[in-house]
């Protein structure tokens, strides 16, 4: 009996030492160190979460009340798909500086197989093998210094086209809408761009691919919204406009096909982006197989990244220099002493153009095109003292980061003049991030600046511009996910010169 009670109590000793033993364990190996907490979450609705929050329309605004209330760094979660936002200068500084890599794809990859961000789309791809590869495509072949200065006629041209439609307009008196005039110039100028030679004005293949990019924006754009989405809810989301994508996904196919098989059946002296992917995909030794869907879907994503963005970065900087009078003023001096009162401006001035700079980056600071961007954590990384733990989806508010009042001194005021400051100059690479950051950074950074400059150029360079009322309303809303202006700008341009302005492919360097 002795016996048998005291074998109880040895078990019971070594049980409870086991336990010990464990618990140390765990702590020591796998429990986050304290400092290592998830970030603070705002209160939620049961089941939900935090939906509520992203279904705002301004949704970049609520977003924004909602860090300034809470913290810049904040957990939130969509039913229980958890998502880390953040939105303040500091933070977006610290994560892209030391996990860029870890923070380098934006999510799970979509399953469809549509051309619109689906499994072949460089937008969503991971980051790895292929996204590299078409990376060093676009920027050798599209939008790196050197392969822009190849392509510099096809925007002078446009360019020309843009301003006189608008010295028409001039002299018939008409008002324009600026947004469909800086539609026409970067939708015509993207098109040629990557289409190369084979993008004839003839047949109206450059008009049905301009006239289906216009709807790619808001369809686009709903599937990026349903992606944040846990993958349940994802599903029934886009179930809800499936027919909607197939269609145009099966347009763009048709389209894409043919002048791919136009380009396979001229060939042409130099070589396009198209002729690169051509090869790639023909070549069984390529550095990545690539498929023709691969190719199809590439040129999607161009044509939807490239376009809108930077016809509402026009449209809002056009309207902030409306409502500023000596920026107006300003920047016209700047231009009228550089580039002269004859000869039209063009994008071989910029350099020489520093405050017409000012004026596009502050633009860009008040009113980024996209507001919000996503990408996603592969491993669990430290961020602003918290855990953001791995496989999270990150949000990171630029709209919110550029104006963090900690960083920016009269963060909702349009003030071209703070980018001339060195001081300034120094600090941007904090908290200035219109193009997101890092290897997923925006690769259409230079030709965004051009189109931008040029355009704004043109306008202030060539006409005075009428308004019915005081002010322009600035009232926000959004489309797809393009942050626009309530009331499109109107206005009516007054030629300041009697002729037009003249071309000189000269100054272009052509
Ligand atoms: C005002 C104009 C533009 C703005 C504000 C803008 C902004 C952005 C932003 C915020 C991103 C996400 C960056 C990140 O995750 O860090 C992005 C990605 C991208 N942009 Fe732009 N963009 C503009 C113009 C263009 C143009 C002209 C092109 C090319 C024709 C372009 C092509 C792309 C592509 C291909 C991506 C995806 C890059 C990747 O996933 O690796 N963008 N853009």
């Known amino acids: 009996m002795v016996a048998t009670i005291i074998v109880d109590f040895q078990n019971c000793f070594i049980f409870i030492l086991l336990c010990f033993f464990s618990l140390l364990c765990y702590t020591l190996f796998f429990r986050k160190p304290r400092d290592f907490s998830l970030p603070p979450s705002p209160p939620s609705i049961p089941i939900i979460g935090h939906l509520h929050l992203l279904l705002s329309v301004l949704i970049h605004r609520s977003l924004q009340k909602l860090s300034s209330k809470y913290g810049s ?293 008040l009113h980024p095109a996209g507001r919000i961007f996503e990408r996603f954590s592969q491993e669990g990384c430290k961020v602003g003292g918290y855990y953001v733990p791995e496989k999270t989806t990150l949000m990171i508010n630029d709209y919110a980061v550029m104006r963090d009042p900690d960083y920016w001194v009269d963060p909702d005021e349009f003030k071209p003049e703070r980018f001339l400051e060195e001081e300034e100059r120094k600090e941007q690479v904090l908290k200035y991030i219109p193009f997101g950051s890092g290897r997923r950074g925006c690769p259409g950074e230079n030709l965004a600046y051009i189109f931008i400059g040029t355009a704004i150029g043109v306008m202030v360079q060539g006409f005075e511009w009428r308004f019915k009322e005081e002010k322009v309303n600035m009232e926000e809303a959004v489309v797809g996910l393009t942050l626009t202006m309530a009331h499109p700008l109107k206005l009516t341009p007054i030629a300041r010169t009697v002729n037009p302005l003249t071309l000189n492919l000269k100054s272009c360097g052509l």
């Open 73 to 365: 760094i904040l957990h939130l979660r969509i039913f229980s798909f958890p998502i880390v936002l953040l939105s303040s200068a500091s933070v977006a500084y610290e994560i892209f500086r030391a996990h860029d890599v870890n923070i380098s794809s934006r999510g799970l990859p979509p399953t469809d197989d549509s051309l619109l961000v689906g499994s072949f789309s460089f937008i969503s791809a991971p980051y790895g093998d292929y996204w590299k590869f078409m990376k060093k495509v676009l920027v050798t072949n599209l939008l790196g210094p050197q392969a822009l200065e190849r392509s510099r006629r096809v925007r002078v041209d446009e360019l020309d086209r843009f301003y006189k439609n608008l010295f028409d307009k001039a002299v018939k008196k008409e008002s324009v809408e600026i947004c469909e005039e800086a539609l026409k110039l970067t939708n015509n100028s993207v098109c040629k761009l990557i289409m190369g030679r084979c993008c004839p004005e003839e047949g109206g293949v450059l008009e049905r691919v301009k006239g289906l990019a216009t709807e790619l924006d808001i369809t686009t754009k709903k599937i990026l919204l349903a992606n944040m989405l846990p993958p349940w809810l994802k599903k029934l989301v886009l179930s809800l406009f499936k027919k909607e994508v197939e269609v145009l996904s099966n347009s763009f196919n048709e389209l894409l096909e043919k002048i791919l098989v136009e380009h396979e059946e001229k060939q042409g002296e130099g070589k396009d982006l198209m002729d690169v992917l051509l090869a790639a995909y023909r070549d069984e030794n390529a550095e990545y197989k690539i498929t023709r869907n691969h190719i199809k879907s590439f040129y999607v994503d161009l044509l939807f990244a490239g376009s809108t963005t930077s016809v509402q970065t026009i449209q809002w900087t056009m309207a902030e220099i409306i409502n500023s009078p000596k920026t107006l003023e300003r920047l016209r001096g700047e231009i009228d002493s550089v580039v002269g009162t004859t000869r039209l401006i063009q994008e071989t001035d910029l350099p020489n153009l520093p405050y017409l700079q000012a004026v596009v980056k502050e633009g860009l600071r």
